[in-house]
């Protein structure tokens, strides 16, 4: 079964508190991704991985880092979280990287109070 | 820079009723950009549509459809006679140049299928 899963599904946490979302798949898919979305924006790209340990800075990476060190598995810290990084974020995978199909999370909202 | 432009929704519509959601784009990185469309259904994460990689061509799947149109630089959403199951979240989106699997997503448009 091709499935893209997210964990938590709901989080609220307080600002300056640190943060890990987690992201998993089964199709072992080299790639690996990390969006958010906010009203008003369309899907901003945080991180992309190429496969473990080899990880690229998005859009905007700024606030945020990712750690993948096995290749079902992709997390994305947030050190000390500020209010501005309440939204909600969706994870994906892709089989290689030249954009082929994504596959997506059913993504994670957060809320930095 | 890349860009993606789609109808503001929400987009509500009666069941059998046809349905066309536009998409321009704006593309400087790269003349032919690959072209999507993304679904998203509540409580789930987004799912490929259809693609289109070939300027001139037509993507169809599950009664949607959609044209590349390089001259108007446009990608419009197109079914026929929408049903109640089409209710979701859809997503144009363009590739970028190089072979970095990095998609630009337009905002999101909501339609809502009426019984």
């Known amino acids: 079964d091709m499935k893209v899963t997210q964990m938590p599904r709901y989080l609220i946490k307080r600002m300056g508190e640190n943060v890990l979302l987690e992201c998993g798949q089964d199709?072992?898919?080299?790639?690996m991704y990390w969006y958010r979305q906010d009203p008003g924006l369309g899907l901003q790209l945080i991180y992309i991985?190429?496969?473990?340990?080899?990880?690229s800075e998005g859009d905007i990476p700024k606030g945020y880092r990712v750690s993948r060190k096995k290749r079902e598995h992709f997390s994305l810290i947030l050190d000390s979280a500020k209010t501005n990084q309440t939204s909600v974020y969706f994870c994906?995978?892709?089989?290689?990287?030249?954009?082929?199909?994504?596959?997506f999370g059913a993504g994670t909202r957060l809320s930095v109070l | 820079g890349d860009s993606v432009t789609q109808t503001e929704g929400p987009v509500t519509v009666s069941e059998s009723e046809s349905l066309i959601i536009n998409c321009t784009y704006s593309?400087?990185?790269?003349?032919?950009?690959?072209l999507f469309w993304y679904v998203r259904y509540p409580g789930e994460g987004l799912q490929l549509l259809l693609k289109?990689?070939?300027?001139?061509q037509k993507g169809s799947s599950r009664g949607f459809e959609a044209t590349y149109n390089k001259e108007t630089t446009s990608f419009h959403l197109q079914k026929a006679s929408v049903q109640e199951s089409d209710s979701a979240v859809y997503y144009c989106?363009?590739?970028?140049?190089?072979?970095?699997?990095?998609?630009?997503f337009g905002l999101g448009t909501t339609l809502q299928v009426q019984p």
């Open positions: 991985s190429y496969d473990v340990d080899s990880n």
């Open positions: 199709m072992s898919h080299e790639t």
């Open positions: 289109v990689i070939t300027a001139g």
């Open positions: 989106a363009l590739g970028r140049a190089g072979n970095t699997g990095k998609l630009i």
């Open positions: 593309a400087t990185s790269i003349a032919y950009p690959n």
């Open positions: 994906a995978s892709s089989f290689g990287s030249s954009q082929n199909t994504l596959y």
